[in-house]
Every structure is written in C-alpha cells, then in structure tokens.
C-alpha cells in the first residue's frame, strides 16, 4: 500500500500552497481528513529526535497516536525526511528518528528548512518548524510537550526560542504543559506578549512549568473548558490575526517536580552546558538529557504530560471539527 502522495497530487486541498507542492508530503491519510474536515492533531517530533531517550520517545510516540485514533482524532506527525517536508510518518520513519544518533538528524527550526531541503537532510521538527509544516498542510492545531522560550540570561545571550516568533506570525494553536522552569517564564510571556500570540491555561489561573504544575506566574488567560478555547480558536481565526495561541495543560500534581529539586538540578545542569561550551540550540536538548539522567522523575513527567496534553488536543480537535461542519 502505498502510504503517501505528493500534494501534486492533493489539488482538492485548496489551503495548501502552491509554492510548498513540490517539498512538501502528506500522507494519505491526514490529506484525507483535512479534506473531509474531520478532526487532526499535528505532533512535533524533535521531542523525540532530540528531546527524549530510545526507547521511551518511539513507546511514547506510539502510544499518543494511540490515544488520538481511539478518541477518532487523526495523528499527523510533522518532520523532515531526506529533504522531503512531511505531515504524516509511517511507523518505519518514526523509529528511524527515534533510534538514530541525534547528532545525524537537524534540530529543524524554520531556518532549517531550507538548509534540509537542500541538502536532503533528515531531522524532528521544533515548535516553530511544526508550525509551518502543519499551517501548509491545513491543519491548525499541534500538541507539543514544552514550547521553547526565553534562555535564563536571554537578555544578555539573545537567545530566544524561534517558536515565540512563529507563534506571532503563523495561525496553528498549540498545547503545551507551559514553560519549562530551565526558561525565563516571565521574559517569555513578554516576547509572546509582544508577538501578539495569546496564552491561557486550562483550569488554572498560573501559567504551568511543564515539571511542575505551578509556576508562581500568572496566565494573562484562564479558560475552564474545551468550548471556551473553540471560540477563543474560532475568534482568532475570524479576526484573520494569523498568529498562533498557546493553551497551556498543567500537568497532574501526582507528577509535579517541587521547585527547590528542579532549581538544584538545574543548576548542576546548567553549569555543566557552560562547562562544556553547548549553546545555540543543543542548549535544550542538554539540560533535557541531564535532568533525565539525573532523576528518572523527569522523563517520567514529561511522558505524562505528553499524555495530557494529547488528550486535550484531541478534544478541541473533535470540539473544531464539530463547529465547522
Ligand atoms: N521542550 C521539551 N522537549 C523538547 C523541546 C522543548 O521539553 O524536545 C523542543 C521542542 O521541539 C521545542 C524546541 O520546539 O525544543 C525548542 O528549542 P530551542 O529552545 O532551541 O528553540
Ligand atoms: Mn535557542
């Protein structure tokens, strides 16, 4: 069978542009939801390349799209396949980003698409790179664990997670456990601030810290309900913002870190980055993999909070398809 099929020859999905139908492969399964307008969830894979260990990444990624086809939702898993941008993996190019050596795949962010595409190159993509894959494909909804932001010293280094960018400049909703306590919550919600991109978290008034269920920072939005985060989607859509929204799921308290650990762990952590001279963007993908090792709680909550978050995905994916139909 064959799995997929160039938007060459996907004419009828008309969101698509006509500039991406020669780079861009969607499999033939989402193409056909996103055509019959049932419900579809985008994941992000460099959490999986680059931010969890073999095997947990491949058994998580399974495990959500499990999740997803049994509450009807469609799974659409974004990447980059030698050099083909792709919506919609086969099981045999999941455990090849999951399996292989993170040094051989890109961390692709937008200014690596071109570069991979290029090139023929291979990796997960962030965020931001998510974004646009599934903007192209017409999917307007992407569950993430954590979004990048603003680096602890980001007001001296410049470094600023290129999600907080796209979020401001591309229309795609995204579900996430909030700021990881390794990012300057408070400087990242000013940078969303100043893109114009919408936050609010569900059920809480904070703003979560993906380990923890509390950040101590206020969200500028709490919303209580799937419904209420549909009209919130719908009225974005309606005001042609064309910038994305962030709904942050706060993780469960069973599975909540307490800050004092984070903070300690973090330190070591981040001590050892600079000991070792890791910037740019291997940055996260460090702190991620010392904290993992250091205490198997963290990897614990961060395939929890997956979980979570898929679920909400799906509901407001169900909750979209249902109002637009
Ligand atoms: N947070 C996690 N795990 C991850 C990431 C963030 O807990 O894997 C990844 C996401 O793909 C996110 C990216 O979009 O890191 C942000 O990277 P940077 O900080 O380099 O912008
Ligand atoms: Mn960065």
Redesign the pocket.
């Known amino acids: 069978m064959r799995l997929h099929r160039t938007l060459n020859q996907l004419r009828h999905v008309k969101k698509i542009n006509s500039r991406h139908r020669h780079t861009l492969t969607v499999s033939t399964e989402v193409s056909e939801a996103v055509r019959k307008g049932r419900p579809i969830v985008a994941l992000?894979s460099?959490?999986l390349s680059?931010?969890m260990p073999p095997p947990d990444n491949f058994n998580t990624a399974v495990n959500i799209q499990n999740i997803l086809t049994q509450m009807g939702v469609v799974p659409a898993v974004t990447a980059v396949i030698d050099g083909t941008l792709r919506v919609g993996l086969a099981r045999e190019e999941l455990e090849r980003l999951c399996n292989g050596d993170s040094n051989e795949f890109v961390?692709v962010?937008r200014r690596d698409l071109a570069p991979c595409v290029a090139k023929g190159l291979t990796g997960g993509t962030?965020?931001?790179g998510s974004m646009l894959l599934a903007h192209w494909a017409g999917i307007n909804l992407l569950v993430?664990?954590?979004?990048?932001g603003v680096h602890l010293g980001g007001e001296n280094s410049m470094d600023v997670?290129?999600?907080l960018i796209e979020l401001g400049r591309t229309p795609v909703t995204v579900v996430c456990a909030g700021v990881?306590s390794i990012l300057d919550i408070q400087r990242t919600l000013e940078v969303l601030e100043t893109q114009g991109v919408t936050v609010c978290t569900l059920g809480e008034d904070q703003i979560p810290a993906?380990y923890s269920t509390h950040s101590g920072i206020k969200a500028p939005l709490r919303v209580d309900s799937i419904t209420e985060i549909t009209c919130l989607i719908s009225a974005n859509k309606q005001l042609e913002l064309s910038s994305g929204i962030v709904v942050c799921v706060p993780l469960s308290k069973v599975d909540s870190i307490n800050k004092e650990e984070i903070d300690s762990t973090l330190k070591d952590a981040m001590q050892t980055a600079n000991d070792n001279s890791i910037t740019g963007?291997k940055?996260?993908?460090y702190l991620?993999d010392y904290m993992n090792n250091r205490n198997p709680r963290y990897l614990d909550a961060?395939i929890s909070l997956l979980k979570n978050n898929t679920i909400v995905g799906a509901r407001i994916a169900k909750s979209l398809s249902s109002v637009s139909k």
Request: charged letters at 15%; zero cysteines.
């Open positions: 992000e460099a959490v680059h931010g961390k962010s962030t965020v931001s993430t664990g954590g979004i990048g997670s290129a999600d990881k993906f963007n940055i996260t993908p991620l961060n």
